[in-house]
Structure formats: structure tokens, C-alpha cells
């Protein structure tokens, strides 16, 4: 493949990164815009199978329909240079939040600016929790299994495991129902080509084998290898986005080394505190591109005690870890998706995850809220309780932008 003949098409990727803003959503209409009605890179129908396609898989699903049209133009090789000229503008400025947050963290500018971004991430949590209930809460077995779901999230918020097997248990619950899309019979199969699927399922266990080895052992910077299982095992389960990327680091560096238990059992355990948390998931709202750049923030705040070269190795094992699962798995399933999607299974399953996502969601807007202390009802807490209801409200009934909502808390802290 000669790839000068595709820079016109990674220039336009280039310039879409740096202008993508509204997350999945919006970012669908853009691409819309910029790809299908401007430069006729592919059909509209092609459009809606790709976006059909991608959220049927774990992952980045804005990234991995950039990647798609990747593809589609020019193969493989273009596809991991316009997923690169996609992620990195992002995950360059959520890594470089990452270190003035740790310089300037005992700041009183720090103090004062980001104060009102917390309780603004935590309205941004309870709208995606109501968009996704209106999306994809329907019928009676769906709330059933949402209503499960939050109870269960809820309760053991602290144990391992729990998110992927309430995945499971949602697409297993919504395939016993004969009522839906019938199956359809003569399906000519395809070749399957194993070689991403191996790739992503050897990964998965060496970085597991790796990370419980440097824990068991103690090895010298362990948290590394803890930090890559962590976001390979994020970006290989989460089903539905950035906003369900929050309540898995909130269990996994929040609430689970909180917990004694864990403390007694791993005490070098990887902890960040809830604040950071939540700025760097309220400030990815305010720059272009994937939600999913929060990984890069995060990994710089888990190795920010181990000096800044560590750092620097956090915000980049951050930015791969949460994104090469979105592409290997991508770059598997796409070649047989048009022998895949006639099975009814498919759809079944997705159904009952969806309803699990959104369960997932609110438990995790209530474990914020929670964590305020609602009952003292301070000016302090009335405060933030009228700063996630007002972001809830601009986001459901306004046509204010994401960005914008950031720029006003950001003003706001930093002037009163």
C-alpha cells in the first residue's frame, strides 16, 4: 500500500481529533458530517453498520469506528495510523493534566479551580445514567436486570470481578426469550482469521500471570505491571464507553484499596484518591476526541509517587493498555461481521448487556453521592448537590456543549 496517496484522508483524521468534541455521541454526528456528506470517504448506510457493528464489541467504540474507516480505505496498516492520529492529541493533553495536577496539587489554585469539577463529573455520570435508561431500558426483563444489576454493584462495589460477570449474566438472561428477531437459517460461513483473537487472549494472560507475579513477589516497580492488567482488563469488558470506565476505577483504585481487607493482603496496592479521579474524568469532558484518553490521566496519577520518568511510563501504559483490546478485538471480528450479525444471538445478548450498563451507572452515581456526606447538608454540600443537578440540566435540556460546562465550573472555581 502507498500511503501518500491516503495523507489527505490522515490529515482530515488529524484535524477531526482536534475537533471532537460531545463524546460518542457526538462524535457519531461529526463523523457524519465530516466523513460521509463532506468527503465522501463512505456511504451513510455504511456509516450506520459500522456504529451498529462497534457497539456490539467491548471498547473504545468511537475509536474503533474511526478505525473502521480506516480500513475501509486502505487496509490494515492505514487503520493503525489513523487510530494513532486519533488517540494521541487527547491522551498527550489527559497525561500532561496529569503532571500539573501533581505540581500544582497542594496549590491553593489548584484548591480553588477544580473544586466545582468533581460534582460537575458526577452530574455528567447521572445524565449518561438517564440518556442510557431511555436507550436501552424497555421492556419488563431489561429492568429487571438493571434494578439487579444497581443493587449488586452497589453492594459489593469492592469485589473483584463483579462488573464482567453481571455482563454475562445480562446477555445469558436476555437469550432464553424466543420473542425476539427470529433466527435466520442458511448462513454461508466464513473463514475465520485467528491471529488477533490468540493475540488478545495471550496478552490477557501474560500481563494477569505478570501483574499477580509482581505483587506476589514485590518486584521492583510492580505497579506497572499491576497498571497494565488493570487497563487491558478495562478496555477487554467495558461495554458502553467512557462513563462506564468511571465505576470500574472507582473500584479498582477508590474503593477496593480502602477496603482493610485488601490493605492486609496488598499493601503496595495501586490508590488514587477520589477527587483526582473525578477531575480528570470531568476535564476529558472539556478536550477533543476519545473519552477513553482519561486512561493516560490515570495511569500518570498511579505512578506519579515514583517520580516523573514513572510517570511518564504510567500515561503510556495508561494509553495503550485501555486501547489495544478496542483494536485487536476490532481487527478480529469485522472481517466475519457481516456472517456474525444475522445471528439473533448477537442481538439477544446485547440487550440484557446494555440493561447491566445502565444498572452499573447509576450504582455508580450513587456511590458518588454517597461519598458526600449528604446528611451534614453544609453550604458545601448544598453547593455541589446545585452543581450536579445544574450540569444534569444543561446537558438534558440545553444545547450548551460538554466544553463549555467545564469552562464554567473551571471559571467559577477559580473566581468565587
Given at each position: 500500500?502507498?500511503?501518500?496517496?491516503?495523507?489527505p484522508?490522515?490529515?482530515?483524521?488529524?484535524f477531526?481529533?482536534?475537533?471532537?468534541?460531545?463524546?460518542?455521541?457526538?462524535?457519531l454526528?461529526?463523523?457524519?458530517?465530516?466523513?460521509?456528506?463532506?468527503?465522501?470517504?463512505?456511504?451513510?448506510e455504511?456509516?450506520?453498520?459500522?456504529?451498529?457493528?462497534?457497539?456490539?464489541l467491548?471498547?473504545?467504540?468511537?475509536?474503533?469506528?474511526?478505525?473502521?474507516?480506516?480500513?475501509?480505505r486502505?487496509?490494515?496498516?492505514?487503520?493503525?495510523?489513523?487510530?494513532l492520529?486519533?488517540?494521541?492529541?487527547?491522551?498527550?493533553?489527559?497525561?500532561?493534566?496529569?503532571?500539573?495536577?501533581?505540581?500544582?496539587?497542594?496549590?491553593?489554585l489548584y484548591?480553588?479551580?477544580?473544586?466545582?469539577?468533581?460534582?460537575?463529573?458526577i452530574?455528567?455520570?447521572?445524565?449518561?445514567?438517564?440518556?442510557?435508561?431511555?436507550?436501552s431500558?424497555?421492556?419488563?426483563?431489561?429492568?429487571?436486570?438493571?434494578?439487579?444489576?444497581?443493587?449488586?454493584?452497589?453492594?459489593?462495589?469492592?469485589?473483584?470481578?463483579?462488573f464482567p460477570?453481571?455482563?454475562?449474566?445480562?446477555?445469558?438472561?436476555?437469550?432464553?426469550?424466543?420473542?425476539?428477531?427470529?433466527?435466520?437459517?442458511h448462513?454461508?460461513?466464513?473463514?475465520?482469521?485467528?491471529?488477533n483473537?490468540?493475540?488478545?487472549?495471550?496478552?490477557?494472560?501474560?500481563?494477569?500471570?505478570?501483574?499477580?507475579?509482581?505483587?506476589?513477589?514485590?518486584?521492583?516497580?510492580?505497579?506497572?505491571?499491576?497498571?497494565?492488567?488493570?487497563?487491558y482488563?478495562?478496555?477487554?469488558v467495558?461495554?458502553?464507553?467512557?462513563?462506564?470506565?468511571?465505576?470500574?476505577?472507582l473500584?479498582?483504585?477508590?474503593?477496593?484499596?480502602s477496603?482493610?481487607?485488601?490493605?492486609?493482603?496488598?499493601?503496595?496496592?495501586?490508590?488514587?484518591?477520589?477527587?483526582?479521579?473525578?477531575?480528570?474524568?470531568?476535564?476529558?469532558?472539556?478536550?477533543p476526541?476519545?473519552?477513553?484518553?482519561?486512561g493516560?490521566?490515570?495511569?500518570?496519577?498511579?505512578?506519579?509517587?515514583?517520580?516523573?520518568?514513572?510517570?511518564?511510563?504510567g500515561?503510556?501504559?495508561?494509553?495503550?493498555?485501555?486501547?489495544?483490546?478496542?483494536?485487536?478485538?476490532?481487527?478480529?471480528?469485522?472481517?466475519?461481521?457481516?456472517?456474525?450479525?444475522?445471528f439473533?444471538?448477537?442481538?439477544?445478548?446485547?440487550?440484557?448487556?446494555?440493561?447491566?450498563?445502565v444498572?452499573?451507572?447509576?450504582?455508580a452515581?450513587?456511590?458518588?453521592?454517597?461519598?458526600?456526606?449528604?446528611?451534614s447538608?453544609?453550604?458545601e454540600?448544598?453547593?455541589?448537590?446545585?452543581?450536579?443537578?445544574?450540569?444534569?440540566?444543561?446537558?438534558?435540556?440545553?444545547?450548551?456543549?460538554?466544553?463549555?460546562?467545564?469552562?464554567?465550573?473551571?471559571?467559577?472555581?477559580?473566581?468565587?
Amino acid at each position: 500500500m502507498i500511503l501518500t496517496r491516503h495523507i489527505p484522508f490522515l490529515k482530515d483524521v488529524f484535524f477531526y481529533s482536534l475537533t471532537a468534541f460531545g463524546g460518542p455521541q457526538g462524535h457519531l454526528g461529526m463523523i457524519d458530517k465530516t466523513f460521509v456528506q463532506k468527503k465522501h470517504y463512505l456511504s451513510s448506510e455504511e456509516l450506520i453498520d459500522y456504529y451498529s457493528f462497534c457497539q456490539l464489541l467491548p471498547g473504545a467504540s468511537s475509536t474503533q469506528l474511526i478505525g473502521l474507516i480506516g480500513y475501509k480505505r486502505g487496509g490494515f496498516l492505514l487503520s493503525i495510523l489513523t487510530l494513532l492520529i486519533w488517540i494521541l492529541p487527547a491522551c498527550f493533553l489527559m497525561g500532561l493534566l496529569s503532571f500539573l495536577l501533581v505540581h500544582f496539587q497542594h496549590h491553593e489554585l489548584y484548591q480553588n479551580i477544580f473544586k466545582y469539577i468533581q460534582p460537575m463529573a458526577i452530574g455528567f455520570l447521572v445524565f449518561s445514567g438517564f440518556r442510557s435508561f431511555n436507550v436501552s431500558v424497555k421492556n419488563t426483563i431489561t429492568q429487571i436486570i438493571m434494578l439487579l444489576s444497581l443493587i449488586v454493584t452497589y453492594l459489593f462495589f469492592k469485589t473483584p470481578w463483579i462488573f464482567p460477570l453481571l455482563i454475562l449474566m445480562g446477555g445469558v438472561i436476555t437469550n432464553f426469550s424466543s420473542k425476539r428477531i427470529p433466527e435466520k437459517e442458511h448462513i454461508k460461513p466464513r473463514q475465520i482469521k485467528w491471529t488477533n483473537i490468540l493475540l488478545f487472549l495471550l496478552i490477557f494472560s501474560i500481563a494477569g500471570f505478570l501483574s499477580e507475579s509482581a505483587r506476589k513477589n514485590n518486584w521492583e516497580h510492580r505497579k506497572a505491571y499491576n497498571l497494565f492488567e488493570n487497563f487491558y482488563r478495562f478496555g477487554s469488558v467495558v461495554f458502553g464507553g467512557g462513563d462506564v470506565l468511571l465505576p470500574l476505577m472507582l473500584d479498582q483504585y477508590v474503593a477496593r484499596p480502602s477496603d482493610s481487607r485488601t490493605q492486609l493482603k496488598n499493601p503496595n496496592v495501586i490508590k488514587i484518591e477520589k477527587s483526582d479521579l473525578l477531575t480528570g474524568y470531568g476535564m476529558v469532558r472539556a478536550i477533543p476526541g476519545p473519552v477513553f484518553s482519561v486512561g493516560a490521566f490515570v495511569g500518570g496519577m498511579a505512578l506519579s509517587q515514583e517520580g516523573k520518568m514513572m510517570q511518564l511510563i504510567g500515561c503510556l501504559i495508561g494509553m495503550i493498555a485501555i486501547f489495544l483490546p478496542s483494536a485487536l478485538l476490532l481487527f478480529f471480528f469485522f472481517p466475519v461481521w457481516q456472517y456474525l450479525k444475522k445471528f439473533v444471538l448477537v442481538y439477544r445478548a446485547l440487550e440484557g448487556i446494555n440493561a447491566v450498563i445502565v444498572g452499573v451507572i447509576w450504582a455508580a452515581a450513587l456511590y458518588l453521592l454517597h461519598g458526600l456526606n449528604l446528611f451534614s447538608l453544609n453550604n458545601e454540600i448544598i453547593i455541589n448537590l446545585f452543581i450536579i443537578l445544574s450540569t444534569f440540566l444543561l446537558l438534558q435540556y440545553t444545547k450548551i456543549q460538554a466544553p463549555f460546562i467545564v469552562l464554567i465550573c473551571l471559571f467559577f472555581g477559580f473566581f468565587f
